[in-house]
């Protein structure tokens, strides 16, 4: 019997269907095959702009702005490319966003996965415990916690201008009797003061020409000299604000071509960035030319990046990295908003000791709520014949 015209359609309708569904898979397939390299690609970028951001991040806005805020910001692009993995079921694609983005997490968070040593069994004549805080807007039973923990014979503070005298009563600050107040810089010690020098750093992009970055102390510790920096660098905050608000960071890609007014502006941009660095390379020539062990401690608004960071710890151990664990996340701390949920996210207070002293222990408690967090260090003097 012949076909009838409503066979016919319907054989035509599933040719076309088959044509469709055959033209889709060909399609899917096509786009599987590029999304690994997709994703190469963007890992690529990514990844250059991390080493960027993690050695050099003073040169470019962009990398600066990255600098400051929660590592696992640049890794969302990855986020999308896990989910087309999975999508198109690429599990090439998906290791490969997956795995990165813990890496820069990881890397430009600069996770530390030391444990530290028993430090309960460490203390001795030779052990030093030395603690930093920006007491600004900060909490006294934070502040009482970290110290009855830490026990330090050494502590500073920042943004403590007038406050030496609630400091000094304070029960875990019974037995350090021996002070130091200088503008917004405190140093309490159980130990005598026997230097006091306030520092001035040049400073180009301020009114006075100098920023008054801190003190300089000679401590003399069971007979032996030892150097304390209490510092306090800049703070960017609300300058990266305005960056947010005004888009400026772009500036960072948009005048990457020389001899543009794009390029012209993003220069002058840097000029602040760029007297940032050198407060840094004028503090390491100071501690360069010291012979005595040194500790530098303090609210430096530096995190562990770039260029400014990098002259530090060239001539400094960063404790954290040294002894600590986990991210050391010490601002901010006192969101009340959504932004609770990432703070802290960045590192910028810290604690540096000289090639003589083995750093035990290193800690900032942070479950706190302020808006920066103390970090407490427990020293070790590897030289005794230090005098």
Known sequence: MDSTPTDAVLADNRALLLLIVDRLGALWRMLRSWLFWSTVLIVGCLLGLALLIRYRAESNLLTIFLAYLPAWVLSLPLMGTLFASLVF????SALLSFSSAIIIVLWLGRFSFSLGQNTAQARSVDTLSVMTYNRGQGSEAVLINCATASQPDIAVFQD???????LATLPAFAQHQY???SGEYVLLSRWPVVEKEALQLDWPVGKTGFWRAGTRSVIDWNGRRIVIYNIHFPTPRDLLYWYAKRGT??????????????????????AYWTARVGLADQLAARVRGES???????????????SGYGLLHAVLQDAHQAAGSGFGFTFPS???SIGRYFAPWIRIDHIFASAQWEVLSCASPSKETSQHLPVAVLLNLNQKDIK
Do not use: I
């Open 89 to 92: 079921l690429c599990w090439r």
């Open 249 to 270: 960071f772009l500036y960072g890609l948009l005048g990457l071509v020389p001899g543009t007014p794009l390029h012209a502006r993003h220069q002058h941009y840097l």
């Open 334 to 336: 006192n969101f009340k």
């Open 179 to 181: 002070t130091y107040e």
């Open 292 to 306: 005595s062990p040194v500790v530098l401690m303090g609210d430096l608004n530096v995190p562990p990046l770039g």
């Open 160 to 166: 403590a201008g007038h406050r030496l005298g609630r």
